[in-house]
Nanobody, 123 residues
C-alpha cells in the first residue's frame, strides 16, 4: 500500500509562485508514474502534469504548459513548481501514483491518491 501526502498549498497573489510536494510512504515509487490533478469548486477533477518513472518524460495540460514544472527525486517525493499563478489556478491539488508506470491524463488510471492541498490565487 502507498500513502501520498501533499503539502505546500496556500494563498498567493496572481503572478506569484508556489511549490507543491507529494511525499510517498509505504513503498518505493521508483517504478511508478506520478501525476498532479486539480479540482476547482463545482468542476470536475482535471489533469495538470505527469512524469515518468525515470523522470525523463513529462507532459502538461495546455493550461499550465510553460508555467508549471513537475519533477521527482529518488527519495519518493514529487514536486510541482507553479509560477505565474492565475486566479483560475485556484483548486484542490492532488498527487496520484500509477504502479504500472504509465503516464496518463485519465484519472481512472491511477491507483493511489493523496488527500489534496488547497491552492488559492487572489487577483
Amino acid at each position: 500500500q502507498v500513502q501520498l501526502d501533499e503539502s505546500g498549498g496556500g494563498l498567493v497573489q496572481a503572478g506569484g509562485s508556489l511549490r507543491l510536494s507529494c511525499a510517498a510512504s509505504g513503498r518505493t515509487l521508483r517504478s511508478y508514474a506520478m501525476s498532479w490533478f486539480r479540482q476547482a469548486p463545482g468542476k470536475k477533477r482535471e489533469f495538470v502534469a505527469t512524469i515518468s518513472w525515470s523522470g525523463d518524460s513529462t507532459y502538461y495540460s495546455d493550461s499550465v504548459q510553460g508555467r508549471f514544472t513537475i519533477s521527482r527525486t529518488n527519495t519518493n517525493t514529487v514536486y510541482l513548481q507553479m509560477n505565474s499563478l492565475k486566479p483560475e489556478d485556484t483548486a484542490l491539488y492532488y498527487c496520484a501514483a500509477d504502479p504500472r508506470g504509465l503516464e496518463s491524463q485519465d484519472e481512472t488510471s491511477y491507483r493511489y491518491w493523496g488527500q489534496g492541498t488547497q491552492v488559492t490565487v487572489s487577483s
